[in-house]
Nanobody, 116 residues
């Protein structure tokens, strides 16, 4: 199983970024994005089921949108982040849950920095 995340970077407050994660090597049920800021615990940002049902943290509702594209061998999960705030600064991790074992696979993390 491989999860390859991309799209992080530096953006000014109010700006936008799009994170993408390519997951391959198995069949996945829910997929999502977590984030961890320095000194904080890792927290759920958004999650999407295989059927497209989405869940968002209250802090990102209305600003972030998670989407999923189930291709033949690779599943893409993206996180469109708008109206970014300095408190969104964190390392963002994509995750994918194995459809049978419920084991959660993690990507390598991508840094998002929101600063002027």
């Amino acid at each position: 199983v491989q999860l390859q995340a991309s799209g992080g970077g530096l953006v000014q407050p109010g700006g936008s970024l799009r994170l993408s994660c390519a997951a391959s090597g198995s069949v996945f049920s829910s997929m999502g994005w977590y984030r961890q800021a320095p000194g904080n615990e890792r927290e759920l940002v958004a999650r999407i089921s295989s059927g497209g049902t989405t869940t968002y943290a209250d802090s990102v509702k209305g600003r972030f949108t998670i989407s999923r594209d189930n291709a033949k061998n690779t599943v893409m999960v993206s996180l469109q982040m708008n109206s970014l705030k300095p408190e969104d600064t964190a390392v963002y991790y994509c995750t994918a849950r194995h459809i049978y074992s419920n084991y959660n696979y993690w990507g390598q993390g991508t840094l998002v920095t929101v600063s002027s």
